[in-house]
C-alpha cells in the first residue's frame, strides 16, 4: 500500500514564501517521478513540478523561476519551495507519485490548500 503524507500549506501574503513537502511510503518503485499539481477553484489540476529520481525536472511556465521542486530522503521526500508568490498561486496543490513497473501506477496525497492573499 502507497502512501503520501503532505506537510506545508496555509495563508501567505503575495510576495511571500512557502515550502510544501510530500513524503512517500509503501511498495515503491525506485526509479520514479514525484511531482506537484495544484487545482483552483473552477479550473482543471495542472502539473506545477514534478522531478524524476534521476534528475530531470519539469516546471509550469506559470511557476518557473519562482518555484524549486528538490528530493531528499533517498528520493522518498519531494519540496517544493515557493517564492513570490502570487494571487493566481492560490488552489489546492496535490502531490504525485508515478512508476512504472509490468503497469503504470499513479497516487496522489490528500491535498492542501495555498492561500495566496493581495
Known amino acids: 500500500q502507497v502512501q503520501l503524507a503532505e506537510s506545508g500549506g496555509g495563508l501567505v501574503q503575495a510576495g511571500g514564501s512557502m515550502r510544501l513537502s510530500c513524503t512517500g511510503s509503501g511498495n515503491i518503485l525506485s526509479l520514479n517521478s514525484m511531482g506537484w499539481y495544484r487545482q483552483a477553484p473552477g479550473k482543471e489540476r495542472e502539473l506545477v513540478a514534478s522531478s524524476v529520481s534521476r534528475g530531470v525536472t519539469t516546471y509550469a511556465d506559470s511557476v518557473r523561476g519562482r518555484f524549486t521542486i528538490s528530493r531528499d530522503n533517498g528520493g522518498a521526500t519531494v519540496h517544493l519551495q515557493m517564492n513570490n508568490l502570487k494571487p493566481e498561486d492560490t488552489a489546492v496543490y496535490y502531490c504525485?507519485?508515478?512508476?512504472?513497473?509490468?503497469?503504470?501506477?499513479?497516487?496522489w496525497g490528500q491535498g492542501t490548500q495555498v492561500t495566496v492573499s493581495s
Open positions: 504525485n507519485l508515478q512508476f512504472s513497473l509490468s503497469q503504470r501506477y499513479e497516487y
